[in-house]
């Protein structure tokens, strides 16, 4: 089986990879690992000794030719190429509509045209929008309240979209906060962890009441293999890790670890239309393929401060 890794050299994308390298739990013959390497993507998250067992391409899934010609050689197509940045679209929602709604159109007429077997769409808890209470099922209405949740609902109806139209092996995965080595240092944890390394302050949205669930993106990783492996054709399964914390509690554990105090804590205005809270119901993904979350929220976040600990000339240059 061939498979093509669409924004492979991004945080959950190189974390993807490695574990196939590593593991080659889908018994893939060759990896293809495309990405733009905008500010977040970086081929050097991998060692010279990893990069001899794939192919790296530099490009953008907008480019229609360049699609054809790599779809063509696939198999199976995850696609985790985004701009995923809330307060970036905020500023600027143009790069989130081209890249996650026009790039996924792009790339899902490269799969129809190439007769391609399996395509896997990589989405967000965040189209649910915001729930005081319980827990979102795949069904759930898909309420955006972000100009990146909205981008992404919108990749996500054009794969759903496709798959009916086409009739080809479409499934859509929606994960919730992912956490773990190699994220940019402008999401939450690498940077509470990175300004606390360097003596700033831990920003606080609001009163620091905002919930998310965590998820460590080696179970994430472990979920999208089991969807390509034995997901239904078109359906679409919530990841999640059942680790729900407020960002205040988050803050005080990495607090904790880092043997800092809530002197460090610094309120900051709230986020524009700041979801209040994320939570994501994964009975189908464990019912019908046996995924629960193996990775317990403590451990991995104290190896999560490890890593950026230990790694300050991977992130220093990133700030």
């Excluded at 944890?189 to 460590?216: C, E, M, Q, S």
């Amino acid at each position: 089986m061939n498979l093509l890794i669409t924004g492979g050299a991004g945080f959950i994308g190189t974390n993807f990879v490695k574990r196939q390298l590593k593991h080659n739990p889908l018994r893939i013959s060759k990896i293809v690992v495309l990405d733009k390497l905008t500010y977040s993507g970086s081929v050097e998250n991998f060692s010279q000794d990893e990069r001899r067992l794939f192919e790296f391409v530099e490009g953008d899934i907008c480019n229609s030719v360049l699609m054809s010609r790599l779809v063509k050689g696939a198999d199976f197509i995850v696609n985790f190429a985004a701009e995923s940045h809330v307060d970036r679209s905020i500023s600027n929602a143009t790069e989130f509509v081209q890249t996650n709604i026009v790039g996924t159109q792009v790339l899902l007429d490269s799969c129809r045209k190439n007769g391609i077997e399996k395509f896997l769409q990589v989405s967000t808890d965040e189209v649910y929008g915001s729930i005081d209470a319980g827990s979102w099922t795949e069904d759930y209405p898909l309420l955006p309240n972000s100009p990146y949740s909205a981008s992404k609902a919108g990749a996500d109806l054009l794969v759903r979209a496709y798959g009916n139209t086409f009739g080809f092996h479409t499934n859509i995965t929606r994960c919730s906060n992912n956490y773990g080595p190699y994220q940019f240092p402008e999401k939450v944890i690498p940077l509470f962890v990175t300004n606390l390394i360097l003596g700033g302050k831990l920003p606080i949205y609001g009163n620091g009441a905002n919930i998310r669930d965590w998820l460590h993106v080696e179970d994430h990783c472990r979920g999208i293999e089991l969807v390509l492996q034995g997901g239904k054709k078109g359906d679409i399964y919530n990841i999640g890790g059942g680790t729900e914390l407020n960002n205040l509690q988050l803050a005080q554990k990495i607090l904790t670890i880092l043997g800092s105090d809530e002197s460090q804590l610094e309120f900051v205005a709230d986020r524009l239309g700041h979801d209040l809270r994320y939570s994501v119901n994964i009975d189908k993904i464990k019912s019908e393929l046996g995924f629960s979350p193996r990775i317990d929220f403590e451990d991995g976040l104290k190896k999560t401060v490890d890593f950026y600990t230990e790694n300050r000339l991977w992130w220093s240059s990133k700030r």
